[in-house]
């Protein structure tokens, strides 16, 4: 027999020789086993076990070397499994995360299969049976030990429907323990929390080994060919290769061989996409596509080549693609090797309704790429969003569906799910709940959303928690009413959020936070209030005003300190990041310099126009006087910065939204200036014609002064008022001029459509949007030599047509320039 380790403890009432229903209150007496070859998980289930009985009934335990006299006993592991009398069981055959739990009266046995098995086990004893809740890193739930009903004989196995769960919040990473006691086995190596698991997430891969640092001056043929041009010139993450190469493909191969000999314990590899839309449209890649009815066609026949090669080196390895964005749908005939891993991402979904909701248009294409994955793939896995990366800190709508999205993957095969959210700081907008909510589900997708959500709050913030519950629904209601469908990355009309309803939901967090009945749900109810000041801040509806060339806005005496406050409280939880990619120390500063900001305005018998040059030059007003129309509205929204036309580089010259320029005025025109590191200017002027003051004419100018040869383009960005929030476009027309002005926006979406060749090809110099309902519109010319390509970014929901103008790329040697000039016009009538 197999010598043995003893941890013994107080456990539950005195049993008798008989089987019996165990009080957790009153058994002692009992001991932990666990093998002498125990892993490292086995034996922490059993420090876990016997701290987390400690916590729950006050009893201390105390390590045997046998199992206590009377024979009543915990074994813990697969060792020890096997020792326990009558109700012993062999887990060796089980898989690395299923358990089983036995308990007789006599003897409890927990085991699972290893690494995870066992610990995953001890948990799930404490939830299931003792009503412990592992809410945060520093809040475990221990109900009174005298309030847990007695615990019938019980034989219980489980195991996980999904190998690959990954809550993506902070507090998993930073606290790899409490991750494990959510079930998350996706963020620490640690042997005795039962390691990672050994599949990785797919993601974004091409740029590692195809990317124009190495290959863009020798090889141009390996990168993607796109209106005639090899897109070999740009940073890598912005390529895509040409996927029908040889050469490319044979690189790919032995990169990914490579690879895989380096890291011999690896399940699975990406061979996938790079995060943007520049897929290759060269006639062999197209000739596939057009055929399979998708992008997807050309970039899986590479992936099932390379999948083919790799099978005969590493026949457990699986290779891994993303089907995201343009690659989401499913080929007609191309189907994925029996070794090819798909990640489906879930990008374009809308976040406020179910997945499978039929009524929800966001979300009904994409349970169609889900079956159709799904009838011709085993190997489905799912990327899916949950968090706005526009704003972490926003209330955010999508509680009620996090549940029946996770039942949904799991009974269309889903083997893994990634839930992204929030990973980048430890507050925004209810981290600790949304963590426990998917983090819950995800190991048990029976579970509904909102008894979680309730019974997280009530455990949580105590007394304040049924005003927290009560401004969640109101987040809910508010987005549910106004009849969108937002996706990942909202803007705030879209979440329904209101001057109205953003004053209820500040309200109702003052009155939670005089509710905390200690200081310790005190703070967690601060944190959690973070968005109820961030809406009031970015949707109060108050307007902003230019006074004496300062553009600033006052809020009533109850919001004077919203803004400070916000401020102190997001430093106060750690609150890094408002947004992808956006630190929040960034957003803090801008929040200052936005309380008065600098202006330059001019106006004639046509036009009034205000620009704020320290808000990168951005023309935040510019209303047409004989209609009374605000045709860039930045200066009417509660936030100023959309709805503006600027400037912003996209090859030479970085830009944000508080890129400086220096500004003057000389009559009707205004002189933008801003140098750049290397010395290098952005020169901007904008003005009306003199002889026609119904126009409006922007000129702008690059002047290289760097030491070596750069490559320079910048794009106009005019974010028009489209007076409307219709997706028709018999309601709001879009044009492009050729001989005649032509109409090209049928079944468009934001931005592009089946008439996009009709823009790119005019050659008329122009195009346009105009409103039929409200009879107004907006025109922009320009000279065709100087444009490389106009688009049209069309945006129903922010009630917003952009009619952007991207300039020529061009390397320019020291000294030399690049320019681009345009017109505006009000349209009264559509263009012909």
Not at 440 to 463: A, G, I, K, Q
Not at 489 to 505: D, H, N, Q, Y
Not at 746 to 764: C, F, H, Q, R, Y
Not at 814 to 829: H, K, S
Request: glycine share 6%; net charge negative; with cysteine.
């Amino acid at each position: 027999m197999k010598k043995i380790v003893t941890i013994s403890m107080f456990l539950l009432a005195a049993v008798s020789g008989m089987a019996a229903d165990i009080a957790p209150a009153n058994m002692k007496g009992w001991g932990i086993i666990v093998a002498e070859d125990a892993i490292p998980s086995e034996r922490y289930a059993a420090e876990e076990f016997e701290s987390l009985f400690q916590q729950l009934t006050g009893n201390s335990l105390s390590i045997a070397a046998a199992p206590p006299a009377d024979g009543h006993a915990i074994y813990i592991g697969l060792g020890a499994a096997t020792q326990a009398p009558s109700i012993g069981f062999d887990a060796s055959g089980m898989s690395e995360e299923e358990l089983r739990i036995r308990l007789d009266g006599e003897n409890l046995v927990i085991a699972g299969g290893r690494t995870r098995g066992t610990l995953y086990g001890v948990y799930e004893f404490f939830e299931r049976y003792c009503g412990v809740r592992f809410l945060s890193p520093d809040h475990t739930h221990f109900p009174a030990a005298d309030s847990i009903p007695a615990i019938a004989q019980l034989d219980f196995t489980y195991n996980p429907p999904f190998s690959f769960r990954w809550s993506y919040y902070k507090a998993n990473a930073d606290h790899p323990e409490f991750a494990a006691r959510l079930h998350v086995n996706t963020v620490t190596h640690d042997e005795k929390l039962g390691g990672i698991t050994r599949q990785t997430l797919i993601g974004h891969s091409y740029a590692r080994w195809i990317n124009p640092e190495k290959y863009g001056k020798t090889h141009p043929e390996y990168f993607a060919l796109i209106d005639g041009e090899r897109k070999c010139n740009i940073p890598a993450q912005s390529t895509e290769p040409c996927v029908t190469n040889p050469e490319v493909i044979e690189i790919i191969t032995q990169c990914v061989l490579e690879e895989i000999a380096a890291n011999p314990t690896m399940e699975n590899i990406a061979v996938s996409q790079n995060d943007n839309d520049g897929y290759c449209r060269c006639p062999e890649c197209s000739a596939i596509n057009e055929r399979e009815g998708t992008p997807m066609g050309a970039n899986l026949a590479l992936v099932n080549t390379v999948a083919e090669r790799v099978e005969k080196v590493y026949p457990n390895v699986k290779v891994g693609t993303l089907a995201y964005w343009y690659t989401r749908k499913a080929p007609k005939t191309i189907k994925p090797r029996h070794n090819v891993q798909i990640q489906l991402c879930s990008i374009e979904c809308c976040e406020l309704h179910p997945i499978n909701d039929p009524n929800c248009p966001k979300n009904v294409s994409f349970c169609k790429d889900v079956m159709d994955w799904k009838a011709i793939s085993e190997n489905v896995w799912i990327w899916n969003y949950n968090t706005n990366f526009s704003y972490y800190d926003l209330p955010f709508p999508n509680l009620r569906v996090i549940g029946p999205n996770v039942r949904f993957f799991r009974d269309n095969n889903a083997k893994g799910v990634f839930m992204q959210a929030n990973a980048m700081g430890d507050a925004g907008d209810m981290c600790d709940l949304r963590n426990y909510l998917m983090a819950r589900t995800l190991w048990n997708p029976e579970l509904e959303s909102w008894p979680l959500v309730e019974e997280f709050c009530t455990l949580h913030y105590e007394d304040a928690a049924p005003v927290i519950l009560e401004y969640l629904k109101l987040v809910h209601k508010n987005a549910e009413t106004n009849g969108n469908h937002p996706n990942c990355g909202a803007f705030p009309v879209e979440l329904g959020l209101t001057p109205k309803g953003v004053e209820r939901g500040f309200d109702l967090f003052q009155q939670a936070l005089s509710l905390a009945p200690n200081d310790t749900v005190r703070k967690r109810v601060e944190m959690a209030s973070i968005p109820a000041y961030r809406a009031v801040i970015v949707a109060n509806g108050r307007p902003w005003k230019n006074e004496g060339g300062v553009v600033k806005r006052a809020l009533p005496e109850r919001f004077a300190s919203v803004i400070t406050d916000y401020i102190a409280l997001c430093k106060k939880y750690n609150m890094s990041y408002v947004a992808e990619g956006k630190a929040s120390s960034d957003y803090f500063e801008q929040l200052e310099k936005m309380a008065a900001m600098p202006a330059v305005s001019i106006e004639n018998a046509v036009w009034r126009m205000t620009i704020l040059p320290e808000q990168n030059g951005k023309m935040a007003e510019l209303l047409h006087k004989p209609s009374g129309r605000y045709m860039l509205q930045g200066i009417t929204h509660d936030n100023i910065l959309q709805g503006c036309l600027d400037e912003v580089g996209q090859a030479g010259f970085a830009t944000t939204a508080f890129s400086p320029f220096e500004a003057r005025v000389e009559g009707d025109i205004i002189h933008l200036t801003r140098t750049l590191e290397d010395g290098s200017t952005v020169e901007r002027s904008v003005g009306f014609k003199q002889d026609e003051p119904e126009a409006i004419v922007c000129s702008s100018r690059v002047t290289h002064k760097g030491a070596e040869p750069k490559l320079y383009q910048f794009r106009a960005r005019p974010e028009f008022n489209a007076f409307s929030n219709t997706a028709d476009y018999k309601v709001l027309a879009a044009f492009a001029k050729g001989d005649t002005w032509v109409q090209f926006n049928k079944d468009w979406k934001e931005s592009t459509g089946p008439g996009n060749d009709i823009l790119v090809g005019a050659k008329g110099g122009g195009f346009a949007y105009f409103n039929h309902e409200a009879k107004s519109g907006m025109a922009v010319t320009y000279d065709p030599a100087c444009v490389k390509y106009p688009r049209l970014r069309w945006y129903p929901q922010y009630e917003q047509a952009n009619l952007e103008l991207f300039s020529q790329d061009t390397e320019l040697k020291p000294g030399e320039t690049l320019e681009m000039a345009y017109t505006l016009r009000y349209l009264g009538e559509a263009p012909k």
